[in-house]
Structure formats: C-alpha cells, structure tokens
C-alpha cells in the first residue's frame, strides 16, 4: 500500500519561515504533489515535482529526494493568510494519488 | 474559485434518507472523482470516470452509488448510509487520468452528516 507522513499541526509567527515535511513509501513514483486547503474551502494546488531539487515559486518552494522519499514545503515571510491545511500528495505507479492528512499551520500575529 | 461547482455545500440526512450530491466541471476535462476527506485522515479515493466511462471503484460500498451522464457532470447517489459515513465529500476533475504534472482541480465539497 501507498504510506505517506506527515505532521499533524505546526505553529509559526507571521513573518517567520515554516517547513512541512513529507515522506512516502510508494509502489513506485511518478510525482510529488502539494495543496493548499483552507478550512471549508477546496484544495488547491501549490507545487509538482518530479525530479530531484528544490523548485521556488515566489514565497513557496518545495523540494523532493526520490533516494530519501522525502519531500518538504518551505513556505516564506508568513502571512496570517497562509493558516490553512497543506495536502502531500504522491502518485504511484497506477497513476493515482495518494494523499497525507495533511498539516494544519496556524499562523500567529 | 477553481472550475468544480459542487452541491449542496452542507447536508443532514438520516440513515434512511436518499441524496444526491452533483458536481459540475467548467473546464472541459475528461477524468471526475469522487474523493471522501474525514477529519486527521487522508483523502480516500472513491470513484474515477473517464470519459464518462468508470474506471475505478476502490471498494466503496453500494449505499454510494455514482453516476456520469456527460463528462461535465458527476453524482453520488446515497442511501441507507450509516453515521461513519459522515465527512465532507470532494468532487475532482483533470485533463486526462492523471499522468505526469496533471494536477486535480476540486471543488469545495459537500459536508455530510449522518445521523
């Protein structure tokens, strides 16, 4: 079966810097997915990756290591309206996603 | 707003009722799905059309019974569910089935309670 962790809750001031880690242990890889779900509304999506490295959008950045099954969102200059639940996601080999819980950050004045 | 319409936002039904929950896509794909989010647990997988044609059903049971009329529209027929079957219900659509970046566009869901 498809197994991916992540943490359940993260704190961090508005302004800061908070990293969301993710590992996965999947039957076979075929991308890294990252969404962002504010509470009542619809996941949306954030970041892919495929390869190796760290890919930067703006505030965002997420890195992937294929050898460690590790990925983490690196989220910047915090800002009150980043408080939401950030989804990892992995599709394995049937093309499929499979999905973390997710990680609630609550962003503090 | 993403593209996937899906109604109603809330429901409240007892365990003999029958619903429906539709989901509209305004982006011209070809894959919906049907996804059931409970709270600290990862997204479950519930349905998959293609082409209006089903191309996965994960071991749902048959109190939920989905249907695709046009590759723009999706349902999920309830009845008889039970109080474990309370959560909120995500319709998703994409391009194709999924390969490579193709990345799912959900709707905002249907928060369901079973009493």
């Known amino acids: 079966g498809q197994n991916i962790d992540q943490p359940t809750e993260m704190t961090a001031t508005e302004g800061a810097i908070v990293q969301i880690n993710c590992t996965y242990q999947?039957?076979?890889?075929?991308?890294l997915f990252w969404y962002q779900q504010h509470a009542g509304e619809a996941p949306t999506f954030l970041s892919y990756?495929?390869?190796?490295g760290l890919e930067e959008k703006g505030r965002f950045s997420s890195f992937l290591s294929r050898s460690k099954g590790y990925s983490y969102l690196l989220l910047k200059e915090l800002q009150m309206k980043d408080s939401a639940s950030y989804l990892c996601?992995?599709?394995?080999?049937?093309?499929?996603?499979?999905f973390g819980a997710g990680t609630t950050v609550t962003v503090r004045a | 707003e993403t593209g996937v319409t899906q109604t109603p936002r809330h429901l409240v039904m007892g365990m003999t009722n029958k619903k429906s929950l539709k989901c509209e896509q305004h982006?011209?794909?070809?894959?919906m799905y049907w996804y059931k989010q409970s709270a600290k647990k990862p997204l479950e997988l519930m349905f998959v059309?293609?082409?209006?044609?089903?191309?996965e059903n994960n071991s749902v049971p048959s109190r939920f019974s989905p249907e695709c009329p046009n590759s723009s529209h999706l349902f999920l027929h309830l009845h008889t569910l039970q109080p474990e079957d309370s959560a909120l219900y995500l319709c998703?659509?994409?391009?194709?089935?999924?390969?490579?970046?193709?990345?799912?566009?959900f709707g905002s869901g249907t928060q369901l309670s079973v009493l």
């Open positions: 999947t039957s076979g890889f075929n991308g």
């Open positions: 982006l011209g794909h070809n894959a």
């Open positions: 990756n495929v390869l190796d």
């Open positions: 998703a659509s994409s391009q194709g089935r999924g390969t490579g970046d193709e990345k799912l566009f």
């Open positions: 059309y293609s082409l209006e044609e089903r191309v």
């Open positions: 996601a992995v599709r394995g080999d049937d093309y499929k996603l499979s």
